[in-house]
């Protein structure tokens, strides 16, 4: 049978939760969680025959992690920005998803060796030149956060980006008070990434992480800005 264990700091509550969630989703991935003073351990095990599928899982599940939610605290860290309106979380989508695809390979093949993946460790001492990168596009992208810019001229550099995403695509989103995100293109559901606590900031994060250029809500959507958030870079039809 295989296993592997997982380390993170208790401080990271919220991107273990969000890992947990992931791993649950495979029938073939059996884990369990302890903890001792600082830390928690999860002890991860596959029920099926092929190994290699689970350690990609497993691999595919922690490199996306340190490439969202570890991404977006480092940047509002560098931003020193704690609270985000409707404009800023679009921005802060296009920064956190777009051209990831090579950091994510690098930790990706990363994880694969690791017998014991110590997540944050990963983070702080093993991907220094990535977040070297992060650190640029803080760089670059710092002014836009300061007050100088108004939120138009944030969503027309948001919207620039996605508009320029070749694999566009439709969400369905049902469920006003739990959110549930499909896209209709690929068949689908997809994971809202919960880094706001709040649910429109996060539905805005989701569609913009995903390029959607059209959004069909159910009816009992009544958030108008949201709606107003979205109609910048996709056309908006409630059911």
């Not at 059996?30 to 899982?57: C, L, P, W």
């Not at 020193?80 to 777009?98: G, H, P, R, S, W």
């Not at 220094?128 to 992060?134: C, H, L, Q």
């Amino acid at each position: 049978m295989w296993k592997k264990t997982l380390t993170i700091d208790k401080k990271y509550d919220k991107e273990l939760r969000a890992l947990l969630r992931e791993l649950g989703k495979n029938k073939s991935l059996v884990f369990t969680v302890e903890e001792d003073r600082s830390r928690k351990v999860v002890s991860v095990a596959s029920t099926g025959a092929d190994i290699n599928a689970a350690n990609d899982y497993l691999s595919d599940r922690v490199a996306r992690l340190l490439t969202t939610y570890f991404k977006h605290a480092f940047i509002s860290d560098r931003l020193n920005k704690k609270e985000f309106d409707e404009a800023e979380a679009c921005l802060m989508a296009v920064m956190i998803y777009y051209d990831c695809e090579g950091d994510y390979a690098e930790i990706f093949d990363k994880l694969r060796d690791y017998e014991v993946i110590s997540v944050d460790g990963v983070y702080n001492f093993a991907i220094k030149d990535i977040k070297e990168d992060w650190q640029e596009l803080c760089d670059v992208s710092g002014s836009l956060f300061d007050g100088s810019y108004c939120d138009d001229d944030l969503y027309d550099v948001a919207c620039y980006v996605v508009e320029e995403k070749a694999d566009r695509t439709r969400l369905m989103i049902a469920d006003a008070q739990n959110p549930v995100v499909t896209d209709v293109a690929k068949g689908v559901f997809v994971t809202v990434d919960d880094f706001y606590g709040d649910k429109r900031l996060n539905l805005i994060n989701c569609a913009v992480g995903c390029g959607a250029k059209e959004i069909t809500f159910d009816a009992g959507f009544k958030d108008k800005k949201l709606f107003s958030a979205l109609s910048r870079f996709a056309k908006i039809k409630i059911i």
